[in-house]
């Protein structure tokens, strides 16, 4: 890809990516039902055999798509920050996002597939193996979801009902900040997911917002990004400035928060 971004070459690329990704979700169930190991990283989070056999699965096949694009992956080697502020344009890959829904067999894991050019998504793919269902974006061309069985369909993000807004969250990661926000909300309907998919349901107005207070990393949000500012909604830090990428040597992202509803005051209870 150029430095300047092209559009139509953008679109042209998630079909494939789309394939790519359904081959990869097919790894991963096979895995799934089969059983498998888990380790833990340095960090202590853990991985599996699924994580790294749907990173082979992708990194091989970006890598044929655009060989003239490098990677950031959670399953891959990093590069030092002096070599990857250079890139213009890179892919941002979570082979396996919601690793811990994955070891529960709660089927709420998912991959997440960004483009990356100068800092923003401007290409997502969020894949569900278990559901094969798909949400896609590409800057400035909308947001979609698509089954195995089903044409492409149109997602937007809905307006917010003050009253009781739906706020959807992690079983794995409420902690007190989360639940102090729920407490400034006040009446609220509450929805549970794994993953990028939290962020999913705001795209398509299944949930008005979803505030992250803890951990994750840049690969966790790109994909999802795309997608929820196609379908007219946002993904932003406490201070509602749009998340970017590769701008600093850490890949931890700030906590951060999705909603759909522009006008919607969400900063008066952050």
Known sequence: MQDSYNHTECMKLIESVHQLAIKAGEKILEIYEK??????????????????????????????????????????????FETRRKWPSYWLVDPLDGTREFIKR??????????????????????????????????????????????KEIVKTRKTAAQCPTVVGSRSHAGSPFLAF????????????????????????????????????????????????????????????????????SLENPPFVAFGDHDFNWSAYL
């Open 35 to 80: 059983g498998f190991d888990v380790t833990q990283k340095p960090d202590h989070s853990p991985v599996t055999t699924a994580d790294l056999a749907s990173h082979k699965v992708i990194k091989d096949g970006l890598a044929r798509l655009t060989p003239q694009l490098p990677l950031i992956s959670e399953e891959d080697e990093r590069q030092p």
């Open 106 to 151: 709660n089927d709420e894991f998912c991959i997440n597939i960004a483009l990356i050019h100068h800092h923003e998504p401007l290409l997502g793919l969020v894949y569900s193996p278990v559901l094969q269902l798909s949400y896609y974006a590409c800057r400035g061309k909308g947001a979609y979801r698509q089954t195995a069985t089903s044409i």
């Open 182 to 249: 729920l407490d400034r909300i006040g009446t609220h309907e509450y929805a549970c997911k794994g993953s990028a998919l939290k962020s999913c349901m705001v795209a398509e107005g299944n949930a008005d917002i979803y505030p992250r207070f803890g951990p994750t990393s840049e690969w966790d949000t790109a994909a999802a990004q795309c997608i929820v500012e196609e379908a007219g909604g946002r993904l932003t830090d406490m201070q509602m400035q749009a998340l970017r990428y590769n701008e600093k040597a």
